[in-house]
């Protein structure tokens, strides 16, 4: 079903510290995943993008990690910093279909 | 770097009355999209637009919503009849034809119905 709520979920970690931040999806179709960052005021911005023949990509600072199995998506920041602070979301999309976009976490990073 | 924008950044209209977002896509971007986020909840996709016309379109995107490309620049997504319910920011994306996933977003616009 649908979350709705004013409530995300938030991940607090100290800079400098590596977060992980989650994400289940339900359609086993899903062919492509995308990360988002978004601030606060600002449209989402993309990350990384994964598809669904790889279960590992890694950007600057970033990977994603793909499990198929259990339908899960997870982003690592390495190091994070201040700037890191933002809503992070997953999209998932099934060949031929439009994105859908997962809740949101919040990350806040503590000095 | 080249982004998109959209205008204006908060509108507050009447309930029943008609809204007009604007949005300037990245100009060599041949794909556009709305999407809106009512406050605490998902991005939702609206409609993606190609070659002057509606490629797809989600169960929202209903008679009350239009969109135009009105000259070689803007993007707009027009509301009628506003209802409470509407009040959401509403992104404007565009991308590369080449690229079609890699989506660039607006900072959106926030319209509150009163």
Request: include cysteine.
């Amino acid at each position: 079903g649908e979350s709705v709520g004013l409530h995300l979920p938030t991940l607090s970690v100290q800079e400098g510290d590596n977060s992980i931040i989650n994400c289940a999806y339900s359609n086993s179709a899903s062919d492509y995943f995308i990360w988002y960052k978004q601030e606060s005021g600002k449209g989402p911005q993309f990350i990384i993008d994964i598809r669904s023949n790889m279960d590992k990509r890694q950007g600057q600072r970033v990977t994603v990690l793909l499990n198929k199995t259990v339908k899960h998506l997870s982003l690592q920041i390495a190091a994070t910093q201040p700037g890191d602070s933002a809503v992070y979301f997953c999209a998932e999309r099934s060949h031929g279909q439009n994105f859908v976009f997962g809740p949101g976490t919040r990350l806040s990073v503590l000095p | 770097e080249p982004e998109v924008t959209q205008t204006p950044s908060h509108q507050v209209t009447q309930m029943g009355q008609e809204v007009i977002l604007r949005c300037v896509p990245i100009s060599n971007h041949l794909y556009f999209y709305w999407y809106r986020q009512i406050l605490g909840q998902k991005v939702e996709f609206l409609v993606s637009f190609y070659n002057n016309e509606i490629s797809e379109k989600s169960e929202i995107f209903d008679d009350q919503f239009s969109v135009e490309r009105p000259d070689g620049s803007n993007f707009t997504l027009k509301i009628r009849s506003t209802k409470l319910e509407d009040s959401a920011m509403y992104f404007c994306a565009s991308s590369e034809l080449a690229q079609r996933e890699t989506q660039y977003f607006g900072p959106g616009t926030r319209l509150l119905v009163l």
